[in-house]
């Protein structure tokens, strides 16, 4: 019972301080994708050290020394509880208030979270291949292998409870000190389990005999196939989950937490084939994934002209199928114990290298999603490899069943993949050179995702638009007699029109705006205004000169600073400079990605520095899924601000509906008749105020 504890205690706190970690240091660093993918980077190599770690320390001779040496990290890590983020300094945070230079902050992220939390992390990334072999040395049979389900089961539970139960009751800090108690008893059920394993008389560990290995079909001679079976299997899985979840967040409109979905998929097929071999039948899984195989091509090509409930049905589909192939593989592969931490390590290798290579690979030579069917493909391949593995092993064993049904799946497979590329050839053809109108005028991709300019024919007028995922970020007329004329969120009328024309009348005004899009709101700019827009993506700011004439025609002077928003002011401000803006405009969010650290009371005490005393915060808030409008009035009613709702319905000409929240205690523009005239009741959802702080904050709280 001990074993079982340690093990599902390690995973749920594996997965308990990932998200923990990565919202504590938004202040510092900001939302970009950069920061995720480095915190990412950072997680995944401490859990192949922590993989390698337990193989080399189970190749020792002696189970005593094994146990003292795990025993020492343990007490050393218990040194860094509770763990935070602390006193510890970055060296580009120096002097700048916190704020760590954006511009380079994978050496600072690395810093902070080795020293922080690298220990505990290491030594629970090797729990689980640690115990499992040290119980297989207690001869019980094919346990060590079904607690790597019990493992997953608790990373399940982890992920599920964290966005619905931890962060919606605590604070961060709260989080950090419940983790850290988490954490102390895991050290002291582990410590009891060394104990134990001191005290046991098994000390020589025992070799397995020639006559075991050659049963179980691990000669030498096919360990180095296994091991690479071991590692790709593991890698493209790994890819089929980064990039199906790419392609959901692509093609359905933000909807909160569907991220979840596929990681619990990804999951749950480990849980399944590790927990018994016989949930995974060959035949029927393949067939399950030859047929949502060919649904993913298409998906890759239309995949948005289908119903969001559509869409989340078909690539559940794939991934859970692809994915049960990969690890039913991978579990029949699996060698005997003696290999277990070994089995283990390159499972993590091959995790590891496909993370990497979506992140680091695919976004540079790649201009679409096309690790993807990438992916696919390589299943078929790999598919098709295990099953030559499995006739060889059979052919010594001479079992003539499993060699002809071998056989009539690897045909099969083969045929499979060969009409699957026909198929991805032809649907590419024909919508790039083909039949099939293409409004992709172009595209670009990078950390932070795939931005595409469209044209779109609405009401027998062309449109263009920077589309981010289903997120249109700025729309323009291609009539040459409308393209000066605002759309969209933008348009007049708004609540950021109301904001930028009630102080007209002044000359040489100052507008800061978070979010740049299309920069459709530069046309607002007079001769000696200034516009400073802050930008997070510098795709964004190459399209928007490229491909929409707003900043090229704007009349006011135009500056774009790329970073995150709030570290690009926290900077400013540290460095002695006050903007006085007379607007300040926050346009950062859509769907259910939006970066909490820049709404929060912190946040909002910046924004109110790097304005006038009369300035006004003009916040975006239209969004399908979110109520913002409780959270921005909360954080107005601390700050002793009024705030104003303005809501634009759509019409003939403009699909759009649009929401802002203006904040200001500028009577002038508070009691202007236009204004007042404009002014929406506040929406009836809004039984009360919400307030984030760095500390807290909680999606659940503004869900529609």
């Not at 590692?231 to 959901?248: D, E, R």
């Not at 967040?249 to 619990?264: A, E, S």
Request: aromatic share 14%.
């Amino acid at each position: 019972m001990l074993y079982l504890v340690i093990i599902f205690l390690s995973a749920f706190l594996l997965f308990q301080v990932q998200p923990i970690i990565a919202k504590l240091i938004l202040p510092l660093f900001g939302g970009g994708a950069a920061i995720w993918t480095a915190c990412l980077l950072f997680f995944q190599a401490f859990l192949l050290l922590g993989y390698l770690y337990a193989h080399c320390l189970t190749q020792l001779k002696d189970l005593r020394t094994q146990v003292i040496i795990h025993s020492v990290l343990l007490i050393l890590s218990l040194s860094v509880l509770p763990i935070a983020l602390g006193e510890l300094k970055l060296s580009s945070a120096q002097g700048t208030g916190g704020a760590a230079d954006v511009s380079s902050p994978l050496f600072d992220i690395l810093w902070l979270l080795v020293f922080s939390v690298g220990l505990p992390y290491f030594l629970l990334s090797s729990t689980g291949p640690l115990v499992q072999r040290w119980l297989s040395y207690m001869d019980i049979g094919s346990l060590p292998y079904k607690l790597y389900s019990l493992s997953n089961t608790g990373s399940l539970l982890a992920l599920l409870s964290y966005p619905f139960i931890f962060e919606p009751q605590f604070s961060l800090h709260n989080q950090l000190l419940y983790w850290s108690l988490g954490y102390g008893l895991f050290v002291f059920t582990i410590s009891l389990l060394c104990l134990r394993l001191f005290k046991s008389p098994i000390i020589s560990l025992r070799k397995p005999s020639l006559s075991k290995q050659v049963e179980q079909g691990e000669k030498a001679e096919n360990l180095r196939f296994d091991v690479l079976l071991w590692i790709s299997l593991s890698a493209v899985g790994v890819i089929l989950l980064v990039s199906i979840t790419n392609a959901m967040t692509q093609n359905i409109p933000p909807v909160p937490f569907l991220w979840i979905l596929p990681l619990c998929l990804y999951l749950l097929t480990f849980i399944i084939c590790f927990h018994s071999p016989k949930w995974y039948v060959r035949w029927y899984w393949f067939a399950l994934f030859a047929i949502s195989s060919f649904a993913g091509i298409l998906m890759f090509f239309i995949g948005s002209q289908f119903s969001i409930v559509t869409q989340i049905v078909i690539y559940s589909l794939i991934l859970l199928s692809s994915c049960m192939v990969c690890h039913g593989e991978l579990v029949k592969l699996k060698p005997n114990t003696e290999r277990l931490t070994l089995f283990y390590l390159n499972m993590s290798l091959g995790g590891f290298l496909g993370s990497a290579f979506v992140a680091f690979i695919a976004q540079k030579i790649f201009s679409q999603f096309y690790e993807f069917p990438l992916a696919l493909f390589s299943v078929y391949v790999l598919f098709s490899l295990c099953l030559y593995l499995t006739r060889s092993k059979a052919i010594t064993k001479e079992k003539t069943s499993k060699i002809s049904s071998s056989y009539l799946l690897n045909g099969a497979s083969i045929v499979s993949l060969v009409s699957l590329i026909f198929f991805f050839n032809y649907l590419n053809t024909l919508f790039t050179n083909g039949t099939v109108v293409n409004s992709t005028v172009a595209s670009s991709r990078n950390f932070y995702g795939i931005l595409t300019i469209k044209d779109v024919e609405v009401n027998g007028k062309v449109e263009r638009r920077l589309i981010d995922g289903s997120t249109s970020h700025g729309t323009q007329s291609q009539n040459a007699e409308l393209e000066h004329i605002p759309m969209s969120y933008y348009r007049a009328d708004t609540g950021v029109a109301l904001a930028l024309e009630h102080l007209f009348p002044m000359m040489n005004i100052r507008v800061g705006l978070i979010g740049l899009g299309a920069g459709t709101l530069a046309v607002y700019s007079r001769a000696g205004d200034q516009y400073t827009f802050y930008e997070l993506n510098p795709a964004v700011e190459a399209m928007a000169w490229r491909y929409f004439s707003y900043l090229e025609d704007s009349k006011g002077d135009i500056d774009i600073i790329l970073g995150d928003g709030r570290v690009s002011l926290t900077n400013e401000l540290a460095s002695g400079k006050t903007n006085d803006y007379q607007v300040l405009v926050l346009d950062a969010f859509s769907g259910d990605s939006v970066p909490a650290h820049l709404l929060t009371i912190e946040a909002f005490e910046l924004y109110f520095k790097h304005l006038e005393d009369d300035g006004i915060l003009a916040i975006h808030v239209s969004n399908s899924h979110l109520d913002l409008t409780s959270l921005t009035r909360g954080l107005a009613a601390s700050l002793n601000k009024s705030s104003l709702y303005v809501q634009t319905e759509a019409d003939v000409d403009e699909v759009n509906q649009t929401q802002w929240v203006l904040i200001t205690n500028n009577a002038s523009f508070l009691n202007n008749a236009r204004v007042k005239s404009f002014t929406s009741p506040w929406p009836n959802t809004m039984d009360e105020n919400i307030v984030w702080t760095d500390d807290y904050s909680n999606l659940l709280s503004v869900l529609k």
